[in-house]
């Protein structure tokens, strides 16, 4: 018998301006920082909270680890299934 799987998880893309932001990230314990951020956002797209504003494209959502000292600003598709990162702290 197969083992059993977890739900899938939603795939991560970036913006262009965030994947600029993520080329000049080169320090190693903020790239581990934020890979947990991602995988967070990964498995439960709605971990972060929805910013108030237009409604008239995607709700756009903050989520934010102190922890890890991680923001990450982003979007999910409307099947759930891809996270689009739009901006980055870290």
Partial sequence: M???HGPRRARIAFSDSAAKQLENIT???EIHALD???VVLSVDPDAGEPIPGDTAGPQLRQYTDDIEQ???LYFVTALRTVVVVAY???
Wanted: hydrophobic share 60%; no cysteine.
């Fill in 27 to 29: 320090d190693a314990s």
């Fill in 2 to 4: 197969a083992p059993a």
């Fill in 70 to 72: 991680v923001r990450v």
């Fill in 36 to 38: 947990r951020a991602l």
């Fill in 88 to 90: 980055l702290e870290v």
